[in-house]
């Protein structure tokens, strides 16, 4: 059991850490990650990463994991965070609103990845339920804590996913308080708490660019990335050092790699990655749901099959049956992506493409800053 550190012993180390800070981690630690995906409970698992890093992936994030259960609960532990010698670099992001729980986590895990980042940015119900999360954005005090206890008594360095506040200023400080508690880099979701479900709308690349001005260390970007040409369009208008993905991610693992693969391509792909590291069928479930849903509606007996699946037998079982249905959509169409009447893409229902929460045209109508139509 790992004791418990006095306070002043947490805030202050006993020896001089010798690990890299700022651009030299982002560059060295890193390896000058600039195509990220995101941490997502249940769905950043090690296989879809590995999955992934074959499509582009630079860099990616652990699921987010409670820090107490963590570690109270072995099964827990076990069943949520395991990697390999291939899945680097990466960084494990925790949850936690105590500065000595989330060391103790964050201890476990130091030998196995590349950072530990503190997650201040979930807007669910469940993070303000359980005080954690963007639920903590007033709490300066204590995030002040909790980042100066990992970045003094870690091995590694502490990276914080953070999202912004309605006034531009205010996230600035917010995001120097961060720096000067110890953050060697900060991913900045540009959305506002309130900013979720049917409400999500646009995120601000503005805001993400004045907080790429106003620190010194490297920044992430987060939000508006639908398309392989939105990266680009992110780094140029906001200046930050990487763009990460969670849904694009999600609905196509090829999206840094600008490709639009067949959809059971990939299904195929991931459930043999899942047969060499064995994945929760909770966690497999999602992921063929997210891969399928341009043509699930088509297929509603595949789209109830899914739903009851029980093995992994089942699920490629599925997935051979929708490959032969698009297969044969593919050959008698052709899969050039058009443009509709006001101007969005028309991806073929066989390939891997990106979910639109809001109807293109709204988003065009609304566009934020640096926006293009694709």
Partial sequence: MIPRLPLGSVLAPKTPLNKPTGFEFWLKSLKGARHVVAPMVDQSEEAWRMLSRRYGAQLCYTPMFHARLFIENQYYRE???????????????????????????????EDKCDAVDLNIGCPQQIAKKGRYGSYLMEDWGLL???????????????????RIFPDTDKTIEYAQMLEDAGAQLLTVHGRIREQKGHNTGLADWEQIRRVREAVSVPVFANGNILYHEDVQRCLDYTGVEGVMSAEGNLHNPAIFSGQFPPAWKVAQEYLEICRTIPTRFHMIRPHLFKLFRPCLHMHTDMRDQLARAKSMVHFEEIVQILRHRLEEAANNASDEIALDASGGRVIPHWLCQPYLRAPLSEIIRRPFPGYQNP
């Fill in 79 to 109: 069943e949520q965070f395991t990697t390999n010698p291939e899945d680097r670099p990466l960084i494990t992001q925790f949850c936690a609103n105590d500065a000595e729980t989330l060391l103790k986590a964050a201890l476990l895990v």
């Fill in 144 to 162: 002040k804590e909790m980042v100066n206890v990992l970045h003094n008594q870690l091995k590694i360095p502490v990276t914080c996913k953070i």
